[in-house]
């Protein structure tokens, strides 16, 4: 079984600034995706990194992936109020079955 | 394009009952897939389906849920009988094929009393 960890679980910061999630990930990982959850919604898919050094940026979201270290990374780069949700990454494994992390609840404050 | 289709939105059944669920997928969509999310945890892959066949279902509990995906299109999730420990949103969601991100219904709330 593939076992994802997300860090932290909670994270609270000011409009304009810049923050990381971190995202481990247990045994070896095809791809890894990130999601986007917004409260009583269903999730949004918003990058999947396909392999080694992977690098994909939309608007104020960067999201990375380090297959060696079995890391992946979602930027955060100055954060704006319509950001607060909660964000999953997940990894498949060589059977293709999806892991999903405990989210990281993100509230972005003015 | 439609999204992927749930129904219901909401369900509130008593302990010990039977409950089914209904998906959707986005057309043309081979790959089907059912999660349950407890609250304060994220989504736990329940059941794969490749058009009709089961890709895997290592994380179902046989002996109270099953799924179906009869014709390679529409899929019913059922719970018979529903535990307390049951409660939660079960989502389904569809992929063009299983390297692809996967579109998400809405989701089905189920509460037991």
């Known amino acids: 079984e593939l076992k994802v960890e997300q860090n932290p679980l909670f994270l609270s910061m000011q409009e304009g600034k810049n923050y990381t999630i971190y995202c481990n990930y247990s045994?070896?990982?095809?791809?890894l995706y990130w999601y986007r959850q917004d409260p009583g919604k269903s999730l949004e898919s918003l990058f999947v990194?396909?392999?080694?050094?992977a690098v994909k940026q939309e608007g104020r979201l960067m999201a990375s992936l380090d297959t060696k270290a079995r890391l992946s990374t979602l930027h955060i780069t100055a954060a704006v109020h319509d950001l607060s949700a909660t964000y999953f990454c997940?990894?498949?494994?060589?059977?293709?079955?999806?892991?999903f992390g405990t989210g990281t609840s993100l509230t972005v404050i003015p | 394009e439609a999204g992927v289709a749930q129904s219901p939105r909401y369900k509130i059944i008593e302990k010990r009952q039977s409950v089914a669920f209904w998906c959707n997928p986005i057309?043309?969509?081979?790959?089907l897939y059912w999660y349950q999310q407890i609250l304060g945890q994220g989504p736990k892959l329940l059941i794969q389906?490749?058009?009709?066949?089961?890709?895997?279902d290592s994380q179902l509990p046989k002996d109270r849920f099953s799924a179906e995906r009869l014709k390679g299109v529409d899929s019913t999730l059922k719970i018979q009988p529903a535990k307390l420990e049951d409660s939660a949103v079960y989502l389904c969601?569809?992929?063009?094929?299983?390297?692809?991100?996967?579109?998400f219904g809405d989701g089905t709330r189920l509460s037991i009393l």
């Open positions: 969601a569809s992929s063009s094929d299983r390297s692809q991100p996967q579109h």
């Open positions: 045994t070896t990982s095809d791809r």
């Open positions: 990194l396909l392999s080694n050094g």
């Open positions: 997940a990894g498949t494994n060589t059977g293709n079955q999806f892991y």
């Open positions: 057309s043309g969509h081979a790959t």
């Open positions: 389906f490749q058009n009709n066949g089961v890709v895997d």
